[in-house]
């Protein structure tokens, strides 16, 4: 279950690393996405845009946990390359404790917001009951939604990401199933999509669970390492929190640029929707570069190589980057295709939602790119244990440039998305260079 990776080639680590969890996250997006393919296939607008809406709440709420998470990812992976058993054992367990109660605690205060997060949404009267609905079902499986966070977090935190990888297969195979029984066979629309994506969780914390066991030894996590311990949360918390911050602003910030779609009307808001589930499918290689900087980063640190971090984060920006140009080309191309798959383009309206996809995703797949970079370096960041940096180059975008951008160009260019679609593209941009100035001064400081 362990692997240390401070020794051997930089590149082919972050091969053998990142790979098994850029297959996790494909395999997380997909049946993120089945959940509105399917839904598109059997239901109307109405019904796609309450899973969408619905799905983005979601979104938000399970990055920030993953944010949260990081803090163990970190601290984990620095005691691993430390050579440190008994601090990885205790570590390992603080995370099961805390997050816990986390679980449970967020389970019951979003169950008691659940209408009013859907009014903040202006989510549009056609998809209110629908809406609500999905989101009741997926906040009582918050438990499992965490857990299975918390525990892909321990093993990419130990230099293990092909566990993960298999434990998102089974909930991807599960969901998809389910979604064809609930919404299909048995069209319960987004109630369908909510119990496919909770029970599918639960299966993979289950078969989780049960590898844990079975390796439990070799983890070396007795009764007392699940006691709290105020030093180890504190540095769980220390760098989780800025990033988990970091990341809700960032949702926080395409759910306004959600309302302000939804104020169009009911096309505009289910094009952007889509075109949200595409973005995050290209976002596959920024993503699985920040935890690979940020996992093999801290063990590299915590065994006193940083220049091995800095070539872990120079081969990630320079993936990120070439394939953010090769999927900004293309989706040049096809946009209004790809958009289609999502929606009937048969009927008035669903051509229209294509038409208007197609305007939004030309402009904000620019964002592949500029994301690629600030990912690689907020994973740097965490790998410091300095995530604070993160978080102020994300909340200065989302403040200055990404919702004035988008509110902007949705008044002064009523009749397309493609600007709001470029301004979301230029907050990253701004996050991008943000974070080269603080990369600098970090090394300007370390020389002096």
Known sequence: MEKNLTTGSVLKNVAIFSLPYLLSYFLQTLYGMADLFIVGQFEGVASTTAVSIGSQVMHMITVMIVGLAMGATVTIGQAVGAKDREGVSMKVGNTVTLFMGVAIGLMVILLLLTKPIVAVMSTPAEAVQGTITYLTICFIGIPFITAYNIISSIFRGLGDSKS?????AVACVTNIVLDYVFMGAM???????????????????IVSLIVILKQKEELGVSRECFKPRKQVTSQILKIGIPVALQDGFIQIAFIVITIIANRRGLNDA??????????SFLFLVPSSMLSTVSALGAQNIGAGKPERARQTLRYATIITVCFGIVVAVIMQIIPETVVAL????????????VRLGGQYLRGYVFDCIFAGIHFS???????????????LHNILAILFVRIPGVYVTSMLFPE???PMGLATAAGSLFSAVICVIIFCLLQRKQKA
């Open 164 to 168: 993960p990888m298999y434990f998102i």
């Open 187 to 205: 069209h319960l629309g987004p109630a369908g999509a909510a119990l496919g994506t909770v029970c599918s969780q639960a299966v993979s914390v």
């Open 342 to 353: 999502f929606t009937d383009s048969a009927s008035s309206d669903g051509a229209d939602v």
């Open 416 to 418: 397309t998305l493609l």
């Open 377 to 391: 370096f907020s994973g740097y960041f965490c790998a410091l244990g300095r995530s604070e940096f993160s978080f």
């Open 270 to 279: 289910a094009a952007v929707g889509i075109v949200e589930k595409i973005i």
